[in-house]
């Protein structure tokens, strides 16, 4: 089955890592799949739900499928981006009109409803991803600009500018027992804050606005600095 097929089924935001022979070489979020990854014929999924709630789909892949250098991800396209384009389609036309036949005008309308059925079909998957991540994870910042906001903002107007806040980072350093609490203890001390131990039923440590989980996962706001401070420390990424 090509990984297209798969993926089509997911929210935009679901993280996709590319596993060959059990190990995670490359991760993608949904929405910035590269097209020529999806063309490629995979060999087993299933979802990955740690301790923490943090959900990942995991695809399998013989070895050798996949590129030796992975492409860049997919841009997002805003809604303005989109009237923009539609509007320079109608421009052109105007410009250069050709009549269409009959059947290439159905043909259009038949491609159109075809894809707005594919948007709208339910799956059951992706009804349990976002109830999952509802209640376990704080939702994803998003860049783009609602309906309203496009009409009420004038392009001159200063205010429509807007800064980008930081990604959360996820970063697996496979460490349990007392070398957890080591990396929480070391997480404490770079940003000031004391590690609090959670229990069941996530057993993870929280430190300030990071939380260490169960497998040695550390997730919180990106911080650079912090990550070098830790490989300092001989905490390195798995």
């Known amino acids: 089955m090509k990984t297209g097929k798969i993926t089509a089924k997911l929210r935009d935001a679901v993280p996709v890592c590319l596993m060959v022979e059990g190990k995670e070489v490359k991760r993608y979020k949904n929405i910035e799949l590269p097209d020529t990854i999806k063309e490629i014929d995979m060999k087993d999924f299933h979802f990955y739900i740690p301790m923490d709630g943090k959900i990942t789909f995991q695809i399998h892949y013989e070895k050798g499928a996949l590129p030796d250098e992975f492409p860049a991800p997919r841009a997002k396209i805003t809604r303005a981006e989109k009237a923009a384009a539609k509007a320079a389609k109608a421009t052109s036309t105007q410009a250069d009109p050709t009549p269409e036949s009959p059947a290439e005008e159905h043909l259009?309308?038949?491609?159109?409803?075809?894809?707005?059925?594919?948007?709208?079909?339910?799956?059951?998957?992706?009804?349990?991803?976002?109830?999952?991540?509802?209640?376990?994870?704080?939702?994803?910042?998003?860049?783009?600009?609602?309906?309203?906001?496009?009409?009420?903002?004038?392009?001159?107007?200063?205010?429509?500018?807007?800064?980008?806040?930081?990604?959360?980072?996820?970063?697996?350093?496979?460490?349990?027992?007392?070398?957890?609490?080591?990396?929480?203890?070391?997480?404490?001390?770079?940003?000031?804050?004391?590690?609090?131990?959670?229990?069941?039923?996530?057993?993870?440590?929280?430190?300030?606005?990071?939380?260490?989980?169960?497998?040695?996962?550390?997730?919180?706001?990106?911080?650079?600095?912090?990550?070098?401070?830790?490989?300092?420390?001989?905490?390195?990424?798995?």
């Open 108 to 238: 259009e309308e038949r491609s159109e409803e075809t894809t707005a059925l594919a948007e709208i079909r339910p799956f059951n998957i992706g009804d349990f991803i976002t109830a999952t991540a509802s209640k376990t994870a704080e939702p994803e910042p998003t860049n783009e600009v609602s309906e309203d906001a496009e009409e009420t903002v004038s392009p001159e107007d200063p205010k429509e500018t807007s800064t980008e806040e930081p990604e959360d980072i996820e970063i697996h350093y496979n460490v349990n027992g007392p070398r957890r609490k080591e990396l929480a203890t070391a997480v404490g001390n770079f940003i000031g804050e004391k590690p609090k131990y959670m229990r069941a039923p996530t057993y993870a440590f929280q430190v300030g606005d990071y939380t260490i989980g169960r497998d040695g996962t550390l997730t919180g706001k990106s911080n650079q600095e912090l990550v070098d401070a830790l490989t300092e420390q001989g905490f390195h990424a798995a």
